[in-house]
């Protein structure tokens, strides 16, 4: 059964202090793993996709990457508006459907 | 912009009622998607449609759960009887999936949630 695990559960950083969040998967064969962004009272907003091991790609202060067993979304200089849950999720070779993780609560303080 | 639209945003109702949640997906769109997210199992895929047809409906409830697709720019889900364990935000979301596979083409995972409907079942 595809598995997606996130850690920590939740994160508090202060502003400029830079971290990394850790999506641990397994699946059968992946397709695809994906980092969403959660506001409270919200739908999550996709971020990126990567597609195989040693890809990378960014998106302002947001750098996610993909080994064969997790991914990494490192968060460079965090502001307070960086505050959210990130979500990960994988889709299996051959399937549609996505298996989230149960995501990571983060606070930035000023 | 283009935006998915649900409704209604909170649904308060009694065990036993019938309950009817809406969803426009993004003009142009062709793959819609149905999640419930609860604080102890996270997002859930319940059901999703292609082109109004549904592709799979493993994670929804048979016995009280049914989601339909009516025409393009409105896809329903339904639960009757609602239960005390529903209670639970539904996202719809939706995104387009090229069925010539182009290079380049925008990958319907790229899926764009609604606001959801937040249902609460006394």
């Known amino acids: 059964e595809d598995q997606v695990t996130q850690s920590p559960e939740a994160l508090r950083l202060q502003e400029g202090e830079s971290s990394s969040l850790n999506c641990s998967y397994t699946?059968?064969?992946?397709?695809?793993l994906f980092w969403y962004r959660q506001d409270p009272g919200k739908g999550p907003e996709f971020l990126f996709t990567l597609y195989s091991a040693g890809e990378e790609k960014e998106k302002e202060r947001l750098k996610a990457t993909l080994t064969k067993k997790e991914s990494f979304l490192h968060i460079t200089a965090p502001k307070p508006e960086d505050s959210a849950t990130y979500l990960c999720a994988v889709q299996a070779t051959g399937f549609q459907k996505l298996v989230f993780g149960t995501g990571t609560r983060l606070l930035v303080s000023p | 912009d283009a935006r998915v639209t649900q409704t209604p945003r909170d649904k308060v109702t009694e065990m036993g009622q019938e309950v009817t949640m809406r969803c426009q997906p993004i003009?142009?769109?062709?793959?819609v998607f149905w999640y419930r997210q609860t604080m102890m199992q996270g997002l859930e895929l319940l059901a999703y449609?292609?082109?109004?047809?549904?592709?799979?409906d493993s994670g929804m409830p048979k016995d009280r759960f049914s989601a339909e697709m009516p025409d393009a720019t409105l896809a329903t889900l339904k639960i009757q009887p609602s239960e005390p364990r529903d209670s639970a935000v539904y996202f719809c979301?939706?995104?387009?999936?090229?069925?010539?596979?182009?290079?380049?083409?925008?990958?319907?995972?790229?899926?764009?949630f609604g606001p959801g409907t937040r249902l609460t079942v006394l």
């Open positions: 699946v059968s064969g992946l397709r695809g």
């Open positions: 449609f292609r082109n109004r047809a549904p592709l799979d």
């Open positions: 003009l142009g769109h062709n793959t």
């Open positions: 979301a939706s995104g387009f999936r090229d069925p010539l596979q182009r290079q380049g083409a925008p990958s319907y995972n790229e899926q764009f």
